[in-house]
């Protein structure tokens, strides 16, 4: 039910050419609401040792419904394979759904019929690891088109910088 597909029917700037959506017939970017589902799509990622600022961004458009219906991110060990299903997992915007259990939530979002832009920064204990990256599609019955739609995904590593603050004024 309403699984992640890659195509091009998302069009709202900056989106372009190809993006990951939820579609009800491969397609469109629209779902069955009345059908519960829990899917998702993931991908390997190495940080290489000392590289422990990691800024994970993305583009995405979700309506949805309150904690129902939204897209999730997570990381996980290699050893953790999702697994979709008809059941859905539940309210909630950081709780694990079972075909990923294991993982760590990193953020969420919905109930956006716009293009928005997700910054989210991944724990430093990630560098020097190999890691899946997976994002989740949850949804019950009931709900506000569009389904989630993400694009533009980036996952930049680097050494920490050496910050140095010059102040001035009145302290008290």
């Known amino acids: 039910n309403n699984p992640w597909i890659i195509g091009t029917a998302v069009t709202s700037a900056p ?4 993006s990951a959506y939820i579609s009800n017939n491969g397609v469109a970017n629209a779902y069955t609401d009345i059908n519960n589902s829990s899917n998702f799509f993931w991908r390997d990622v190495t940080v290489p040792a000392g590289e422990t600022a990691i800024t994970l961004s993305f583009n995405w458009i ?4 309150s904690t129902w219906d939204n897209w999730q991110v997570f990381y996980a060990p290699t050893t953790v394979v999702p697994t979709g299903s008809t059941t ?4 909630g915007a950081t709780n694990v759904p079972a075909g990923i259990a294991g ?8 109930l956006q019929g716009t293009v928005q832009t997700a910054t989210i920064y991944l724990p430093a204990s ?5 890691f899946r990256l997976i994002f989740h599609w949850k949804n019950d019955s ?5 389904p989630a739609s993400i694009d533009n995904i980036s ?16 302290w008290n």
């Open 15 to 18: 989106f372009s050419g190809n």
């Open 62 to 65: 979700c309506q949805g419904e």
């Open 88 to 91: 859905h997992p539940g309210s």
């Open 103 to 110: 993982a760590t939530w990193l953020g969420n979002g919905n």
């Open 126 to 130: 990630l560098a020097g690891t190999t």
């Open 142 to 146: 009931g709900g506000t088109q569009p």
């Open 155 to 170: 996952l930049i590593s680097r050494a920490p910088g050496t910050f140095t603050s010059i102040v001035t004024g009145n």
